[in-house]
T-cell receptor, first 112, second 112 residues
Framework: KQEVTQIPAALSVPEGENLVLNCSFTDSAIYNLQWFRQDPGKGLTSLLLIQSSQREQTSGRLNASLDKSSGRSTLYIAASQPGDSATYLCAVSGGSARQLTFGSGTQLTVLP | EAQVTQNPRYLITVTGKKLTVTCSQN?????MSWYRQDPGLGLRQIYY???????DKGDVPEGYKVSRKEKRNFPLILESPSPNQTSLYFC???????????FGPGTRLTVL
């Protein structure tokens, strides 16, 4: 069964810092990996989608990489801002089941 | 506007009173799914549907039913809700599992 782990569970940084969030998964037979942002009590906003054949995707200050063979992905946030404070979730689709499997998330706080 | 809608957004009910949470998407997506999110347990898939009249169990299907009679709608049915079904529920859709997943705003359910 696919398992997705996110480290760290929580992270607090001062404004302006560059930071990296980590995601690992156990079954490398995935279709894609998706990073989401969730604000408290709110829905999920899709940030980046990386197909299994791709190595990275970029959107503005965000860059996500994927190493399928080692079962790892990173989300790089450049020049962090207080508005980036949220929980970041990674999810993989495929593997042995036809579903999206989520990690438990990294709660990010960017201090002014 | 392309979106996934859920109704109701908030619901407080009592044990055993049947309820339905509706989910609708306007993007002609084939794949739809339901998740519940609980503190410490993250997002877990309840049911998913690959297309009309095709549904399958996710990781936590007990106590739930779904139907997919039309492509745009995927209601979640709780025939006899219990307090352990108190949770935040999300509906999601995508063209297929290899495409980006779009999430609804969530339904916060409390079963007394």
């Amino acid at each position: 069964k696919q398992e997705v782990t996110q480290i760290p569970a929580a992270l607090s940084v001062p404004e302006g810092e560059n930071l990296v969030l980590n995601c690992s998964f156990t079954d490398s037979a995935i279709y894609n990996l998706q990073w989401f942002r969730q604000d408290p009590g709110k829905g999920l906003t899709s940030l980046l989608l990386i197909q299994s054949s791709q190595r990275e995707q970029t959107s503005g200050r965000l860059n996500a990489s994927l190493d399928k063979s080692s079962g790892r992905s990173t989300l790089y946030i450049a020049a962090s801002q207080p508005g980036d404070s949220a929980t970041y979730l990674c999810a993989v689709s495929g593997g042995s089941a036809r579903q999206l499997t989520f990690g438990s998330g990294t709660q990010l706080t960017v201090l002014p | 506007e392309a979106q996934v809608t859920q109704n109701p957004r908030y619901l407080i009910t009592v044990t055993g009173k049947k309820l339905t949470v509706t989910c609708s998407q306007n993007m002609n997506h084939e794949y739809m799914s339901w998740y519940r999110q609980d503190p410490g347990l993250g997002l877990r898939q309840i049911y998913y549907s690959m297309n009309v009249e095709v549904t399958d169990k996710g990781d936590v299907p007990e106590g739930y039913k779904v139907s997919r009679k039309e492509k745009r709608n995927f209601p979640l049915i709780l025939e006899s809700p219990s307090p352990n079904q108190t949770s935040l529920y999300f509906c999601a859709s995508s063209l297929s599992l290899v495409n980006e997943q779009f999430f609804g705003p969530g339904t916060r359910l409390t079963v007394l």
